[in-house]
């Protein structure tokens, strides 16, 4: 295990098309987080899981954006009808409920739209 | 709500010089409170927490409540402390949604 993944690392997109993103946690991390960071922002909460149940969901998701963690292992982010706005470095990150609360970060997706 | 102030997106300082990254908050709870790092083209990646009360690769960080800060410092710069550093804020309680600041770069001069 080498840690949180994500796929694709780069994914460049025209307005109006729709993408979705994979996470690969850390197996034994049963806590999935997404986040979004924009050009000198630090990172900002979109949604959070605990196992296969969806906790929380920031304002920052609006309709267009849903994530899913079908059998509490990975997990992916759709954005629909994409923006412009929605150019954006997209991390994940997984904890261990119960651990020390630390969360471990994938490299992200940046998402480019035209 | 809760939010983190880190008010300086640029930090220089001479390599053996003491470095002090300024980070306050603002939460009505009990916070706990983190420091996240990223060098360049590395993920980020957790540096210290305040209950451990930990020094992680010679930096410190205390929590004070009474001016609710959670200043990051170190007595002197080294090369490899440039990088992108994060302050950040999990309420306590069941699961920890995280709120970051904005960052400070850090930039050791040789």
């Known amino acids: 295990d080498t840690g949180v993944s994500q796929d694709p690392r780069h994914k460049i997109t025209k307005r109006g098309q729709n993408v979705t993103f994979r996470c690969d946690p850390i197996s034994e991390h049963n806590r999935l987080y997404w986040y979004r960071q924009t050009l000198g922002q630090g990172p900002e909460f979109l949604t959070y899981?605990?196992?296969?149940?969806?906790?929380?969901k920031s304002r920052l998701l609006s309709d267009r954006f849903s994530a899913e963690r079908p059998k509490g292992s990975f997990s992916t982010l759709e954005i629909q009808r994409t923006e412009q706005g929605d150019s954006a470095m997209y991390l994940c990150?997984?904890?261990?409920?119960?651990?020390?609360?630390?969360?471990?970060f994938g490299p992200g997706t940046r998402l480019t739209v035209t | 709500a809760q939010r983190v102030t880190q008010p300086e997106k640029l930090l220089s300082v001479f390599k053996g010089a003491p470095v002090e990254l300024k980070c306050n908050y603002s939460y009505s709870g009990s916070p706990e409170l983190f420091w996240y790092v990223q060098y360049s083209r590395q993920r980020l990646q957790l540096l210290l927490r305040?209950?451990s009360r930990e020094s992680i690769k010679g930096f410190t960080a205390d929590l004070n409540k009474g001016e609710t800060s959670f200043h990051l410092k170190k007595p002197f710069a080294q090369e490899e402390d440039s990088a992108m550093y994060y302050c950040?804020?999990?309420?306590?309680?069941?699961?920890?949604?995280?709120?970051f600041g904005i960052g400070t770069k850090l930039q050791v001069i040789p």
């Open positions: 899981f605990q196992n296969e149940a969806q906790l929380e």
């Open positions: 990150a997984s904890s261990f409920l119960g651990g020390t609360y630390e969360q471990y």
């Open positions: 305040h209950i």
């Open positions: 950040a804020l999990s309420t306590s309680g069941g699961y920890q949604k995280v709120t």
